[in-house]
């Protein structure tokens, strides 16, 4: 059974401690291997001032990787509501990874892949198993926009003190 | 490189660096070895026995330095991003051994090894790469008399990449201060005995280490459900309800009330279990006034790390921590109620690569030692040494990694020092084997004691400690010791099946430090024992290692290896002693007052357990018993071994 099909992946980089748990989930559901390095999120880090923003696709109403891909390889999965890839249709033209504004497109160093989280299909590991509820899988409604919202926004401060020094 | 065929768990490579010759060796990893020897300190043991000689000097280049990780490192099993580094330790002359969190540890397994032995000595500072199945030398010639901070920022910055993690030495390493540590990831240190000072005898200023590689595990299925079911004991039901409330909330930093309660932090170093400005370094205080953020080590989710702030003042300063054992040291141990200067004290350290808590337990001894009139205000370069200056604490820091004035001598280990000073400071220098004592006293807790005693590294708890009495877990102590045991386990202040407790214990975490995992989860809050680790491994790794019964096997092999090699550097019963101030001198007050710790029948004890002699000597036959006849072989030459 997946978890609710509706569902919207929630990121809080607020209560994101860097342990990076979600990378070893993720990995090993894409690929029954642990490695972050294959993930389909990453984590911004600056562990001296103690910041962690974890980056993953907001599966937007308005996908600019979609508008981009030349090949019509992406697409909205009618059941979960997640923008996944085809593989079958994909050309490797890495559009889509420069559309993004969220660094949520990815090229897998193992094959060269170009891939992006599909929700797990609805069990969205990452927030299953995240200690601290940085990751959320909730439905959505008013609150849940606020608090994606909320988010996005903390994010973009997070970004800002990083870069500046 | 020849092909091997696929690992589960391990990475399947061991690289080899000869700095004088810059020559680099992989070599696959031996399947034989690793179900012999498990990982992390396992393989560190066997290394260390097979190319250490008792004649080795520490600080000299044949003295190997392993950076190691376990199975589990890097694979999906809550608490286990760390690493370790095991080296013939320069502060006891003994087995050196420091574990380390942060995310060094899971970078070099993605890099694609499982060990990494450094021997020799470069003609100028390098640093090493350890990336995607490769080790290359990097000149560090910018890097040299860099803190660590500057020296993690600016390798990242030659890599041009943020995800690489350096472990590196400061000025502290570079002066061989004998307590120098290594620092990971900024605020993570792999502490205790010197591994600092080793790296720095070898103009290693740094290994770094980035990969993106993965572990795989021979039974995903099985392992999945094995890593889920630990992942919610640590998180959800009385485990995960205690964790939030105490680590989860608090960090270490609780322990400060904690032992407070049972008269046992380490107070006026040593004298004392009781610290009348517990509060003011306390728990509280630091979560309200300090804390700006949470930052675990990775694949945790257990997570008792911290960053804190002292925003402003003559102690601003960002840091990471502090630490229970921190606020010990530079604390209570001191005499020092002043938390902000303890916060800049710990980034000090960080900076500079020196273990806190010898750091502070050798200003302790200086202070008792001048309040004692052996050494003058004039002597110490005209520092103020009365109890608890905290201005005094931070000058001194400096002085020690500089290796300044009084610094130099104090940079040599409060056994050192004493021996210099001499007129019978030796009674204020606390240690085992010339390892200061952490945060821990045997009085009020007897088990505390014998390990301390046992302990291949001195004076430390990290090897065996027992939080069943401490912490109180009694129903943790009946499940695994049996109702006729349980009582005696659980009573501090009695000696009574310490032996067997403490032996349990070590062979504990030897398990816990081979495959590596952290020691919160076992040894605080006693979650993992033998059966869960037993039920992970098999489908993780692929090799039977024949259950709990087997995992106790491969335990108490390394354990005795580890204690052969200190036998061979000449440990006896007659090393395995405690400071007088524990066995002579009464606890003044609190719970335990007016005892001493009474080492002798826990050792008698332990020692029959072990199946070694009362004299603190193996036999062959408990040796040959764990297949390490070779080792009983090469200690005959010595006598050292007993042929029964």
């Known amino acids: 059974m997946t978890d609710s099909p509706n569902k919207v992946l929630v990121v809080d980089p607020e209560k994101c401690t860097g342990c990076g748990i979600c990378t070893l989930v993720c990995s090993f559901r894409q690929n029954q291997e642990y490695n972050p390095a294959r993930a389909l999120l990453t984590i911004i880090r600056d562990e001296k001032h103690g910041i962690n923003i974890p980056v993953i696709c907001q599966h937007c109403d308005t996908p600019l990787c979609m508008e981009s891909c030349p090949a019509d390889a992406i697409y909205r999965d009618a059941e979960t509501n997640a923008i996944c890839i085809n593989q079958d249709n994909c050309i490797g033209c890495h559009q889509c990874l420069v559309a993004c504004p969220f660094g949520g497109i990815h090229i897998d160093p193992a094959d060269g892949r170009t891939v992006k989280c599909n929700l797990c299909e609805g069990y969205a590991m990452c927030a299953q198993f995240c200690p601290r509820d940085a990751l959320m899988y909730l439905k959505p409604n008013e609150l849940t926009a606020r608090l994606r919202e909320k988010g996005i926004k903390r994010a973009a401060e997070y970004l800002q003190i990083i870069t500046r020094k | ?644």
């Open chain 2, 1 to 644: 490189m020849s092909e091997t065929t696929p690992y589960y768990g391990y990475a399947g490579r061991i690289a080899e660096v000869d700095l004088t010759k810059a020559e680099i060796k992989i070599t696959p990893l031996d399947r034989e070895f690793a179900r012999n020897y498990l990982g992390g300190t396992g393989f560190a043991a066997r290394i260390l026995w097979d190319r250490v000689k008792p004649s080795t000097n520490p600080l000299d280049p044949d003295n190997p330095l392993v950076f190691g990780v376990g199975p589990v490192t890097g694979a999906f099993f809550s608490p286990s991003g760390r690493f370790m580094v095991a080296y013939k330790s320069p502060l006891t002359g003994y087995w050196g051994e420091a574990h380390c969190g942060g995310h060094w540890g899971a970078q070099f397994k993605y890099a694609g090894f499982d060990a990494l032995v450094i021997q020799g000595k470069a003609p100028k500072p390098v640093y090493l790469i350890v990336k995607d199945g490769k080790v290359s030398i990097r000149d560090a010639t910018h890097l040299w008399g860099r803190d660590t901070m500057e020296t993690t920022d600016m390798i990242r910055k030659d890599h041009n990449d943020n995800d690489v993690e350096i472990a590196a030495i400061g000025i502290g390493g570079e002066n061989l201060v004998r307590y120098a540590a290594i620092i990971g990831s900024y605020y993570r240190a792999a502490g205790r005995g010197g591994a600092g000072a080793v790296m720095g005898s070898k103009n290693l200023k740094a290994v770094a280490a980035r990969g993106t590689g993965g572990v795989k595990v021979a039974n995903p299925g099985k392992f999945m459900a094995a890593s889920r079911k630990a992942y919610e004991q640590m998180t959800t039901g009385k485990w995960g309800e205690m964790n939030e409330e105490s680590l989860g909330k608090y960090g270490t930093t609780n322990l400060v009330t904690a032992i407070g309660e049972i008269g046992r932090l380490p107070t006026k170093n040593h004298t004392t279990g009781i610290f009348e400005g517990a509060d003011e370094i306390g728990p509280e205080t630091i979560r309200q006034k300090y804390r700006t953020s949470r930052e675990a080590c990775f694949g945790c989710a257990l997570q008792c790390k911290f960053t804190s702030e002292v925003k402003s003042g003559p102690y601003k300063v960002i840091t990471g921590g502090p630490e229970y054992e921190t606020l010990m040291a530079f604390g209570s141990n001191c005499l020092n109620s002043n938390v902000e200067s303890i916060l800049y004290a710990n980034q000090l350290c960080n900076k500079y690569g020196l273990d806190t808590i010898s750091t502070g337990c050798t200003i302790a001894f200086l202070f008792e030692a001048a309040e004692n009139g052996l050494i003058t205000s004039k002597e110490a370069d005209g520092l103020d040494l009365s109890w608890g200056n905290d201005k005094t604490i931070i000058a001194l820091i400096e002085k020690i990694a500089h290796r300044e004035g009084i610094g130099d001598l104090l940079a040599e280990g409060a056994m050192r020092a004493a021996q210099k000073i001499g007129k019978g400071a030796e009674r204020f220098a606390i240690h085992v084997k010339g390892m200061e004592a952490s945060g821990q006293d045997p009085r009020p807790q007897q088990s505390v004691g014998l390990t301390y005693a046992t302990n291949v590294r001195g004076a430390d708890h990290l090897r065996s400690l027992s939080c069943y009495e401490e912490l109180g877990f009694p129903d943790v102590a009946i499940e695994r010791f049996g109702k006729e045991h349980a009582e005696d386990v659980m009573d501090l202040h009695n000696t009574d099946f310490k032996g067997h407790l403490i032996k349990d214990q070590e062979d504990l975490y030897v398990v816990i430090d081979s495959l590596i995992l952290c020691k919160y989860g076992s040894m605080w809050p006693p979650v993992y024992y033998f059966d869960i680790m037993a039920e992970m491994l098999e489908p993780l790794t692929g090799f039977e290692f024949g259950g709990v019964q087997g995992l106790r096997m491969v335990a108490e092999r390394i354990s005795n290896l580890r204690r052969c090699f200190n036998v061979r550097e000449g440990a006896t019963r007659e090393t395995e002693q405690l400071h007088p101030r524990f066995t002579e001198e009464p606890m003044p007050e609190g719970p335990a007052k007016g005892q001493v710790c009474n080492l002798d029948p826990m050792l008698d004890e332990y020692y029959e357990v072990r199946n070694w002699t009362t004299d603190g000597l193996p036999k062959r036959s408990e040796l040959k018993r764990l297949g390490l006849e070779d080792v009983a072989d090469e200690l005959v030459k010595s006598g050292k071994v007993v042929e029964d």
